[in-house]
């Protein structure tokens, strides 16, 4: 796992905590705050993700 896909886990994490926080004092800004903070963290896994694809195709490219 590298830096971006952590980041993106714990940024989905955080947006859960809001969103759920939002709901539960009835708080809509702070839910919709909630939900952008996780759709941002799935992009930066998702960056993660290619990043880590990337490294493994080269690295294995390069072996031979």
């Known amino acids: ?3 971006e896909q952590t980041k993106g886990s714990l940024e ?4 859960e905590a809001k969103k ?3 709901k539960l004092t009835d708080n809509e800004s702070m839910e919709a705050e909630g ?3 996780k759709g941002k963290g799935k992009l930066h896994e998702k960056a ?5 694809d990337f490294s493994r ?3 294995n490219n390069s072996r031979d």
């Open 35 to 37: 939900r952008l903070d």
């Open 48 to 52: 993660g993700d290619v990043k880590e």
């Open 20 to 22: 759920q926080f939002g």
């Open 1 to 3: 796992m590298n830096d």
């Open 12 to 15: 989905q994490l955080k947006g």
């Open 57 to 59: 195709a080269y690295n």
